[in-house]
């Protein structure tokens, strides 16, 4: 059985900081490259950013580009994302996707930016 589990959301004031981790585990398990999405209340959810393990390459949208930072460990299967300059725009439940053979998505962390 794969878990996908995020941690680190919580309160913040805007322009603000917060750092999420994930951590995907299970047997024989192993992924090609993992992402984090968003979805704020009223809305769908959202690409945030991607990384893959081969290549290392990173993408942002570009609504978080230039502030949030996506980084992992493949060997691990761990994630992070490391957001700066939070804005009240941020808020919303930030999902962590694993890539691999099969796709498992976490159940989401919680993030609130105060004006």
């Known amino acids: 059985q794969v878990q996908v589990v995020e941690s680190g959301g919580g309160l913040v004031q805007a322009g603000g900081s917060l750092r999420l981790s994930c951590a995907a585990s299970g047997r024989t398990f192993s992924t090609i490259g993992m992402d984090w999405f968003r979805q704020a209340p009223g809305k769908e959810r959202e690409f945030v950013a991607t990384i893959n393990w081969s290549s290392g390459s990173t993408y942002y949208a570009n609504s978080v580009k230039g502030r949030f930072t996506i980084s992992g460990d493949a060997a691990k299967n761990t994630l992070y994302l490391q957001m700066n300059s939070l804005e009240p725009e941020d808020t919303a439940v930030y999902y962590c996707?694993?890539?691999?053979?099969?796709?498992?998505w976490g159940q989401g962390t919680q993030v609130t930016v105060s004006s």
């Open positions: 996707h694993a890539r691999g053979p099969k796709n498992y």
